[in-house]
């Protein structure tokens, strides 16, 4: 009887510890949790390690610390995870979500686009759907990408619909279809900062108008985007200045033999950007092999850019012919104009 008091008592204490541990790493999970959506991720990264330590086996505790864990270990983890069938499905199909961001930021988009799809059939999901749709279009595969965001447009209204309309439009652009890419961008919702798709939707349709030569669409466009143009690419950027600078000035026209009406020489423009340092890497790298590069700056609108060129030509029939021997077998666009 004794005996027996004695091993019911050191099995109570025994209990007693693992409650104790359990509730402590419960608690540093939560914790963990919270610093984490505060964004106060060293904390967060210490808390949840302590949490995962004690039970490692935890893949709801595990899941969580992987998000601040070192590379290796997370990617350990999510595919721990995501291959245990009696981890509940959201969970299963958040690890491989997990695993295809892994493998897209590598350029590994052949996996990535496994991964998501693997996501996707656990859970249907349109997020996973989408994120299998840009591996997809990374890799070329424009079928695999449209089906995927076009069954996502369907849940109209969401803002994963409206930002799958945009990835639409490009394809149609890529693909030259300009008139239906314009009107994919037009169902991408309002402008909104918050909304990044929104802005290079309108961006992409703004081209689009000057494209199908739909000048008034294009001004109204324009004056719509003025209001984002910190938030522009430089292409996009690029297309605004040329507009307003068509607007202002049109073009002189082109003699008809090839000279230049007043002996000016002609150049070739490979290239502009808003940045100067950018334009600076592309001349170190031109000079090289191509001798004489230079930048020239231009203000258009208050924006300053930065136009890179290379050579002095006579003529512009000369500078086409270089630019076609030399320039277009090196795979660098380029366009004459007088210098």
Same mark, same amino acid.
């Given at each position: 009887?004794?005996?027996?008091?004695?091993?019911?008592?050191?099995?109570?204490?025994?209990?007693?510890?693992?409650?104790?541990?359990?509730?402590?790493?419960?608690?540093?999970?939560?914790?963990?949790?919270?610093?984490?959506?505060?964004?106060?991720?060293?904390?967060?990264?210490?808390?949840?390690?302590?949490?995962?330590?004690?039970?490692?086996?935890?893949?709801?505790?595990?899941?969580?610390?992987?998000?601040?864990?070192?590379?290796?270990?997370?990617?350990?983890?999510?595919?721990?995870?995501?291959?245990?069938?009696?981890?509940?499905?959201?969970?299963?199909?958040?690890?491989?979500?997990?695993?295809?961001?892994?493998?897209?930021?590598?350029?590994?988009?052949?996996?990535?686009?496994?991964?998501?799809?693997?996501?996707?059939?656990?859970?249907?999901?349109?997020?996973?759907?989408?994120?299998?749709?840009? &591996?997809? &279009?990374?890799?070329?595969?424009?079928?695999?990408?449209?089906?995927?965001?076009?069954?996502?447009?369907?849940?109209?209204?969401?803002?994963?619909?409206?930002?799958?309309?945009?990835?639409?439009?490009?394809?149609?652009?890529?693909?030259?279809?300009?008139?239906?890419?314009?009107?994919?961008?037009?169902?991408?919702?309002?402008?909104?900062?918050?909304?990044?798709?929104?802005?290079?939707?309108?961006?992409?349709?703004?081209?689009?108008?000057?494209?199908?030569?739909?000048?008034?669409? &294009?001004?109204?466009?324009?004056?719509?985007?003025?209001?984002?143009?910190?938030?522009?690419?430089?292409?996009?950027?690029?297309?605004?200045?040329?507009?307003?600078?068509?607007?202002?000035?049109?073009?002189?026209?082109?003699?008809?033999?090839?000279?230049?009406?007043?002996?000016?020489?002609?150049?070739?423009?490979?290239?502009?950007?808003?940045?100067?340092?950018?334009?600076?890497?592309?001349?170190?790298?031109?000079?090289?092999?191509?001798?004489?590069?230079?930048?020239?700056?231009?203000?258009?609108?208050?924006?300053?850019?930065?136009?890179?060129?290379?050579?002095?030509?006579?003529?512009?029939?000369?500078?086409?012919?270089?630019?076609?021997?030399?320039?277009?077998?090196?795979?660098? &666009?380029?366009?004459?104009?007088?210098?």
């Amino acid at each position: 009887m004794r005996g027996w008091v004695k091993a019911f008592t050191v099995e109570g204490v025994l209990l007693g510890v693992l409650y104790t541990w359990a509730a402590a790493a419960d608690t540093d999970h939560t914790a963990g949790v919270k610093l984490l959506d505060e964004g106060r991720y060293k904390e967060a990264a210490q808390r949840l390690a302590k949490a995962y330590r004690s039970h490692p086996s935890d893949c709801r505790i595990a899941f969580d610390y992987a998000r601040v864990a070192p590379c290796s270990l997370a990617v350990a983890i999510y595919t721990k995870c995501s291959g245990d069938t009696t981890v509940p499905d959201s969970l299963r199909a958040a690890s491989y979500g997990m695993l295809g961001d892994y493998s897209f930021v590598h350029s590994a988009f052949k996996t990535a686009a496994e991964r998501y799809r693997l996501a996707s059939t656990i859970r249907s999901d349109p997020y996973y759907r989408h994120r299998w749709a840009l &591996a997809a &279009a990374a890799l070329h595969d424009v079928t695999t990408a449209r089906s995927l965001w076009h069954t996502i447009t369907l849940d109209h209204g969401t803002l994963l619909a409206l930002e799958a309309h945009y990835r639409i439009g490009l394809l149609d652009m890529d693909a030259g279809h300009y008139d239906s890419a314009f009107q994919r961008f037009s169902r991408t919702g309002e402008l909104d900062a918050a909304r990044p798709w929104t802005i290079a939707a309108t961006a992409a349709k703004l081209e689009c108008a000057i494209k199908l030569g739909r000048a008034d669409s &294009a001004k109204v466009l324009e004056k719509r985007l003025q209001p984002f143009g910190d938030r522009l690419l430089e292409k996009d950027l690029l297309t605004l200045a040329a507009l307003r600078t068509e607007e202002k000035a049109p073009a002189a026209p082109a003699p008809s033999d090839g000279e230049t009406s007043d002996g000016a020489a002609y150049t070739l423009q490979v290239g502009a950007f808003g940045s100067l340092d950018n334009a600076t890497s592309l001349q170190k790298r031109l000079e090289q092999r191509f001798g004489e590069v230079s930048i020239l700056p231009v203000t258009l609108s208050d924006q300053v850019f930065y136009r890179v060129r290379i050579g002095t030509f006579q003529s512009k029939s000369a500078a086409e012919a270089y630019g076609g021997d030399s320039l277009t077998p090196a795979g660098i &666009a380029f366009k004459a104009v007088a210098k």
